[in-house]
């Protein structure tokens, strides 16, 4: 297969989407605005068809994240993410990503109100990778 984001041959993931042939490398995947969901189905989303979050909240002006205090842009994003349960607590993937993958499974929360369950399930269905440690 060819990969839509890098166009070389060899890409092994495919969107799940019923219809939908886009096909790309792990590594393109950021770039491309692609999902994979680490969970035992392993489903992989192109930019198209990737979950989006649910929740509704909006930043207020010159939200930062609360990682490494960035600004973050004015909605959500792909690039940029709320906690569900409080609903103040914005974020960049790749911020939170460093996050999931210091903290683990065990000790990964919302960095603002600490909720774990709404929190983490929110993450894992947003591509977000979380080691189980």
Partial sequence: QRCFVCGESGAAITCQETGCDRSFHLPCAVEGGCITQFLPQ????????????????????????????????????????????????????????????????????CPLCRDKDLFLMEMLTMGIRIPFR
């Avoid at 994240?65 to 973050?72: A, E, G, H, S």
């Avoid at 349960?85 to 683990?104: N, V």
């Fill in 42 to 109: 392993y489903r992989s989303f192109c930019w198209e068809h990737r979950p989006e979050q649910a929740v509704e909240a909006a930043p207020e002006e010159n939200t930062t994240c609360l990682i490494c205090l960035d600004p973050v842009e004015d909605r959500k994003s792909y690039s940029t993410m709320v906690c569900p349960a409080c609903k103040h607590a914005w974020f960049h993937r790749g911020c939170i990503q460093g996050q999931a993958l210091r903290a683990g499974i065990s000790r990964f929360q």
